[in-house]
């Protein structure tokens, strides 16, 4: 059974940062594509970034470019979100999610697998 371990959430003041973790573990983890959504109270899961084993893709959503960075170590099977200059727009539940397919894509329900979800609160 794979598992995806998401991590590194917490509250910070409006400007700070923030590194989220995502381990992969279990039989035959072969994820090529792995990303980060997250859900505010009340709203739907949305996609913020991902990252492709093929090609060293990566993409992000248009309100987090040039804020959150999206990496990952192959070896480990790990993907981290660094996240900078955050705003209190930014609080929600992390997601990470993992897709074997190398093809990235924004949807959720073309994630195969989960993380329990890391809550980040950014104060005004």
């Known amino acids: 059974q794979v598992q995806l371990a998401d991590s590194g959430g917490g509250l910070v003041q409006a400007g700070g940062s923030l590194r989220l973790s995502c381990a992969a573990s279990g039989r035959a983890v072969s994820f090529t594509t792995m990303g980060w959504f997250r859900q505010a109270p009340g709203k739907e899961r949305d996609f913020v970034a991902a990252s492709s084993w093929i090609g060293d893709e990566t993409y992000y959503e248009d309100s987090v470019k040039g804020r959150f960075t999206i990496s990952r170590v192959n070896a480990k099977n790990t993907v981290y979100l660094q996240m900078n200059s955050l705003t209190p727009e930014d609080t929600a539940v992390y997601y990470c999610?993992?897709?074997?397919?190398?093809?990235?894509?924004?949807?959720?329900?073309?994630?195969?697998?989960w993380g329990q979800g890391t809550q980040v609160t950014v104060s005004s």
């Open positions: 999610a993992g897709r074997k397919s190398p093809t990235i894509v924004t949807v959720k329900n073309e994630f195969e697998y």
